[in-house]
């Protein structure tokens, strides 16, 4: 078998099925890849919640993680976060031709291990292969089918409610920033990717009154909370100081003038609780991140916005992520 | 020393509250309204993200100045970069925030939408770099700063020449920081109302006198008896440099005073003066978004080095395109209003689709009021 991937591998016949082989069944094959027909039956699914996604990155591979493991836990992610245990997965993967074999299977391994955690399969797949220079490397698209469990709804949001994060900002934003601009810091910034419904599994054990949960990936913690407060028609007032940020982000943030809170998260999110289990909530949220943390409440204050709190006591808005994530000039 | 040694005290809430306590005291012996202009977009940026105007006593308050190198871009330089960017074989580098400022054709960003090569570089040595990797493609570097970025496009400029880099070539758009400060209080331009301005002192950007030391402005207390404290971007800072300020008013000084001692000197970074005179001089006009035309207040590359200069290699449009005429952004900028006053703040003129220079970047005082909120 060739090093790298050609065009003939996209093409359907003796060189498609041999990459498929040899590099996707023999990681991900399962009862319902074993058929190889043109769809899959699935059975019944209660309660089904249905979700899509599609992942391009550079770099491919980065401190913490690799598109295989992002796109996995990523599509994943979404399912937990409305409250539903992930099931089935289809794979799209988009190559450019060209592309690495062995980085190839290195992707297909972490997919594999994400899926492990997830207890969720492959359940039908597709791959194209595209000429040199019409895609960066490699794209993958994952749609997922999970079973509800417990309905966590943005529409259960009320004033009073409290406002939690699972763990420190930023990570994954910085960790790719970083790796991007070739800045090397003395403690190299991991990615946070990493499949949530580990944590999301226990919060619905508990039973307790949590209302909404949304992991806090493009456009960060911003976009999460002004989404929410103009979806409530209500305000989302947050004590700046207590949203945890580690010093290497931080420092990373500093030089090259970002602001922790619109850069991407891939395994930290954003929950909404009931003001009585707040305290309780985080004791689960810390078995798993110590940095977990109550940030703030919601009130009526200003509707549709969110504020932040200063430790000197000033408030300002926190707006809606916009454009190109820029560094400032001078 | 670690990073956050360098600004973590700068930040510190407890010295913010004490500063804020021990201005409030001052200021109780002042007579009237004292309003200080901070120059720089970055201090205004501090101001707004930090809340400081919050803190401060109601005699005391900000006018927010023209010092945001992107704001002020005339929209047919903008207009330059874009057809500069859309031209066969070329990649266009700039810094950051230029990326998104709508010209009369469009952005930056819209030029790459269309297939342009436009890069940003977080230094302009990173263009050396594009330009070695890219020897059949032109690499134009659309140079934009007050002084503190002048110096880098002056070495950049040194190394091109001396590793021979024949596809390089510059558009220059730097400018000074003493001149706009001096158009403000004291216009030459008869049609523009700059006796009746409020500004009453000045916070001096320090990252400018880093350069160009604190000497560039000592002809604001001589001359225009207006104090100027150079202050660095912290909040700690500001705070800081409008005690100074207030001290001055209070005890009947007039100079010009030094809060960012950790690198401002008198004389400033003469090496990095002589990198700026060697190659550049001044134009005699320059155009500011808002402003108008200001004598002195820019540099271009010396006739000598003509032949890395871009707007002498390409035909470039010499027509001025003027701002809305709603637009209040010269009024803004001399203090005489504040960004809420605009009968087109916030409706037509928004961070997304900028009328007027001040709501250009985020470095603006319209947009920084539109995305902070303004907030007593």
New interface residues.
């Given amino acids: 078998m060739q090093k790298s991937v050609t065009l003939a591998m996209g093409n359907g016949g003796i060189e498609n099925r041999e990459l498929i082989e040899k590099i996707v069944f023999r990681h991900l094959k399962n009862s319902f890849l074993q058929n190889a027909e043109d769809g899959t039956v699935l059975g019944d699914v209660k309660n089904a919640v249905f979700t899509t996604d599609s992942f391009t990155i550079t770099p491919l591979f980065f401190k913490g993680g690799d598109i295989g493991k992002l796109s996995v836990a990523g599509a994943c992610n979404d399912l937990a976060m409305m409250g539903a245990k992930p099931l089935f997965l289809t794979l799209g993967f988009i190559i450019e031709e060209g592309f690495g074999l062995r980085d190839f299977e290195r992707i297909v391994r972490s997919i594999k291990k994400e899926l492990s955690i997830n207890e969720a399969f492959i359940v039908a797949g597709d791959t194209k292969v595209v000429p040199k220079g019409s895609c960066d490397g490699i794209y993958i698209n994952v749609s997922a089918i999970g079973e509800r469990l417990r309905e966590f709804t943005q529409k259960k949001i009320e004033p009073n409610d409290k406002i939690l994060i699972s763990g420190d900002i930023a990570r994954h934003g910085a960790s790719i920033f970083a790796g991007r601009e070739g800045i090397e810091l003395e403690n190299e910034i991991e990615s946070d990717c990493s499949s949530l419904w580990v944590v999301v599994k226990e919060l619905i054990e508990s039973g307790l009154n949590i209302k909404a949960l949304r992991d806090a990936t493009r456009g960060g913690v911003a976009a999460v909370l002004n989404e929410w407060a103009i979806d409530r028609e209500l305000c989302f007032e947050i004590e700046e100081a207590k949203i945890p940020l580690r010093d290497e982000v931080r420092g990373i943030c500093e030089i090259l003038g970002f602001d922790p809170l619109i850069l991407a998260n891939e395994g930290t999110f954003v929950a909404v609780v009931g003001e009585e289990d707040d305290e309780k909530v985080l004791e689960i949220l810390r078995k798993f991140n110590k940095n977990a943390q109550i940030i703030g409440e919601v009130t009526k204050e200003y509707p549709k916005r969110v504020l932040l709190k200063s430790e000197w006591g000033t408030r300002r808005f926190l707006d809606m992520p916009s454009g190109e994530i820029l560094p400032r000039i001078c | 020393m ?3 040694d ?2 973590e005290k700068f930040r510190d ?1 407890e010295t ?2 004490a500063l ?1 306590k021990e201005i409030e005291k001052e200021s109780e012996k002042l007579n009237g309204v004292i309003n200080i202009m901070e120059v720089c977009g ?1 201090h205004t ?1 501090t101001i ?5 105007l ?2 401060l006593p109601e005699n005391i308050d900000f006018i927010h100045g023209p010092g945001c ?2 704001c002020i871009m005339p929209k047919e330089r903008i207009d330059h970069a874009y057809i500069l960017a859309m031209q066969k074989d070329t990649i266009l580098c700039t ?6 400022v709508p010209g009369s054709k469009g952005s930056l ?1 819209d030029a790459r939408s269309k297939g342009a090569d436009v890069r ?1 570089v ?1 230094s302009p040595m990173d263009v050396l770099k594009i330009a070695t990797e890219n020897p059949d493609r032109k690499v134009i570097f659309f140079a ?3 002084e ?2 002048t110096p880098m496009t002056a070495a950049l400029l040194e190394q091109v020449i001396k590793r021979d880099l024949k596809n390089v070539l510059f558009h220059i758009n730097h400018v000074t920081v003493a001149e706009v400060m001096r158009e403000l209080i004291d216009s030459r331009d008869e049609h523009i109302d700059s006796y009746n301005n409020r500004i009453d002192a000045f916070l001096g950007p320090s ?1 400018v006198s880093v350069i160009a030391g604190s000497r560039i402005y000592e002809e604001f207390p001589k001359k225009y008896n207006r104090p100027v404290v150079v202050a660095g971007f912290e ?1 700690v800072d500001v705070m800081e440099g409008v005690l100074m300020t207030v001290r001055q008013f209070v005890e009947n000084r007039c100079e010009v005073e030094i809060q960012y001692k950790r690198s401002v000197t008198r004389e400033g970074n003469k090496k990095a003066w002589e990198m700026i005179e060697r190659y550049f001089e001044k134009r005699d006009l320059f155009k500011w978004r808002g402003l108008g035309n200001i004598p002195k207040s820019a540099w271009k590359l010396k006739d000598e080095f003509s032949r890395y200069d871009a707007e002498k290699v390409y035909d470039l449009p010499k027509e001025e395109i003027e701002d809305h005429k709603l637009c209040i952004c010269g009024d803004i900028l001399r203090g005489m209003a504040k960004p809420t006053e605009c009968q087109v703040f916030g409706t037509a003129c928004t ?2 689709k900028p009328l007027g220079s001040c709501m250009v970047s ?2 603006g005082a319209c947009a920084a009021y539109y ?3 303004n ?1 007593l």
């Avoid at chain 2, 707004?48 to 400081?52: A, P, R, S, T, V």
């Avoid at chain 2, 810094?95 to 998104?100: R, T």
Wanted: aromatic share 18%; net charge positive.
């Fill in positions: 670690e990073l956050r360098f600004y809430p913010i509250k804020a970055g940026h707004m993200k930090y809340g400081l919050q803190l190198p992107v810094l950051g925030d230029m990326i998104k960003q940003f977080y934009i700063g007050f503190t970025t990252h909040p961070p997304f985020s470095e995305k902070y909120g907030l």
